[in-house]
């Protein structure tokens, strides 16, 4: 599996963007896909998670502002970061587990100016 990370760039804190991780391989073997962050001070954060059958689940920090979707017909998953906050600022990496096996896209920083 490979992925295929974009949508990150610079916001103000209240403001918004959408992340988007475009999976390609043995894709229908993905039990689930999700995102983790990197902070500045080198924290890492399980952001939200999609399963297969669809259930999310996400970071107490981001829930209420925070959307994990995909689209099936072009193998995405997405990212809606809505209500942005500094703390928010980090490096977001997407994943893929099939079993035991990870896949990891390249990060996409994600910058929250106050």
């Known amino acids: 599996v490979q992925l295929q990370a974009s949508g990150g760039g610079l916001a103000q804190a209240g403001g918004s963007l959408r992340l988007s991780c475009a999976a390609s391989g043995s894709i229908f073997s993905i039990d689930f896909m999700g995102w983790y962050r990197q902070t500045p001070e080198n924290e890492r954060e399980l952001v939200a998670t999609?399963?297969?059958?669809?259930?999310?689940n996400y970071a107490d920090s981001v829930k209420g502002r925070f959307a994990i979707s995909r689209d099936n017909a072009k193998n995405t998953v997405y990212l809606q970061m809505n209500s942005l906050k500094p703390e928010d600022t980090g490096v977001y990496y997407c994943?893929?587990?099939?079993?035991?096996?990870?896949?990891w896209g390249q990060g996409t920083l994600v910058t929250v100016s106050s």
């Open positions: 999609l399963t297969r059958a669809g259930s999310t």
């Open positions: 994943y893929a587990f099939i079993g035991a096996r990870s896949f």
